[in-house]
Structures are given as C-alpha cells and as structure tokens.
C-alpha cells in the first residue's frame, strides 16, 4: 500500500483538487493522509463529506485537524499516522489518473527505494516553469520534484523526517540524505507528473527565494558537504535561469499526457 500524505490549512480549494486527484488514480490501494493545520474556511466539513466518496472508490481517507507549526510539521504529523509500505508527499493535483499507478509499477519493478519524476509549474493559467524529471548530480544545483519523491518506508524511517526549524527547505535537506546514501537504488520517469501550482514558501517572490538560498546554505554547512557555497550557487542560478527562460504559454495538461 502506498501513503500519500498532505497538510493543508485554510485552503478548502487547492484540498479540494487534491482529493479529487487521487480518488481519480487508477492504483486503488491507496491512503491519503490529510493534517489540517486548524482550518477555519469549511476544510474540515470538506474532508468529512469525502470520507465516503474515497470509500467507495477502494481507497482510505485519514484526516486529523489540529494547529500545528508549519508546513513542515504537517507533512511530519501526516508520516507518522500513515501505514503503508511506500510514502509520497502529495501537495498538488496529478496530472493523470494513471500516476500513482505508473510511478508504483516503476518502484516495484527492479525493487528501487525512491525514484521521481517532473512537473509542469502553473500560475494564473500560465506554464511559467517545466520540470523535466531528468536525473542530475545534486553537487551541481540538481534536486528532485519533492512532490514526485517516492519512497520505500524504511528510506523515510531513515532520512526523514522534515526538520521543522527550516521554513522554505526541509525537504531539500531531506533529500540531500536521500542522495549522498550510497546504499539507496533510485531511477526516474522522466516527464512531469504533478500540476504544481506556483506560489509556495520556496518560490513565493524574491524573499521566497532569498529564504529558500539561506536555508540551503546552512543545511549543507551543517551536512559538511564540500564546496557547499557553490552547489547552492548552481541550485539558485539553475531555478533563477528556468524561472526567466519559461514558456508563460496557457497551461494545457494534454501536452502532457
């Protein structure tokens, strides 16, 4: 069984897309743990009326609504209440009903621990960003789609869980775990695989990202990883670079399936 766990907090809409995502996925041995940060905009009625609606779909709806401290801790509260034998973090719709099928074919096929894909980035209508899902060298600015990050439970058991104290780059410290483990076998689906939709801690505007390069700096100190100042150079110059250079063109998801 896969756990696909979320967190979410007053926003009833971008919940709303997520659920009817995975309910739409083919692979029925599926569940969704949702940790709701004590929304106050109906989010809480929304998961009790699609308790039912998962139910009867083959697939399990967990949700907790609880204050928490941040994004982070959400996702953290979300790991520990989920069971399956595989664990993704879901923040954004799929782009397909047949994802989460394909990535469990893939993982399972040669016994992989992790492996990820791309994602298409929207904002306002618009593709402002394409995220191949190519593998690279993370001592090179590289990293993975965290929302296409699928792993085997023992991997999360031994390189997460998020680090709360970090707002904008928990989960790049996570995979920089994930990724200097030499023991871990790993492949990629390269295409997107995830509608993101633009906006989050990391990518929120210029202090979003100034954040976002902070954050990364001190994580690789911390992890005493050699020239460190220039992987976090290529990582900031490589999203500046996508970000300047993106189609802007009208989303449109059947370029992608």
């Known amino acids: 069984m896969i756990s696909i766990i979320s967190t979410f907090y007053n926003d009833k809409e971008m919940a709303r897309l997520v659920m009817d995502s995975v309910l739409s996925q083919t692979y029925t041995d599926i569940e969704h743990i949702i940790t709701d940060g ?134 790049y410290k996570v995979q920089i775990s994930i990724f200097r483990d030499k023991e871990l076998r790993s492949t990629a689906l390269q295409k997107p695989l995830i509608n993101y939709y633009a906006g989050g801690t990391s990518n929120n505007g210029f202090k979003g990202k100034m954040l976002s390069m902070k954050e990364c700096g001190k994580i690789l100190r911390e992890a005493r990883v050699r020239f460190g100042w220039f992987t976090n150079f290529c990582k900031t110059f490589i999203a500046l670079f996508a970000y300047t250079f993106a189609s802007h063109k009208k989303a449109d998801l059947k370029d992608f399936q």
């Open 38 to 171: 004590g929304s106050s905009d109906g989010s809480v009625e929304l998961y009790e009326s699609y308790e039912q609606k998962y139910a009867e779909a083959g697939k399990r709806l967990v949700w907790k609504s609880e204050k928490d401290k941040g994004l982070y801790d959400g996702f953290n509260k979300a790991a520990r209440l989920a069971t399956g034998d595989y664990i993704l973090v879901c923040t954004d719709p799929y782009i397909k009903s047949s994802i989460i099928e394909e990535m469990m074919a893939t993982i399972t096929s040669e016994d992989y621990d992790y492996i990820f894909g791309g994602m298409i980035f929207q904002k306002d209508g618009k593709i402002v960003r394409i995220w191949s899902g190519k593998p690279g060298n993370w001592r090179l600015g590289w990293l993975a789609a965290t929302p296409t990050l699928l792993m085997k439970r023992s991997v999360w058991e031994k390189h997460g869980e998020f680090d709360i104290k970090y707002k904008s780059a928990a989960d």
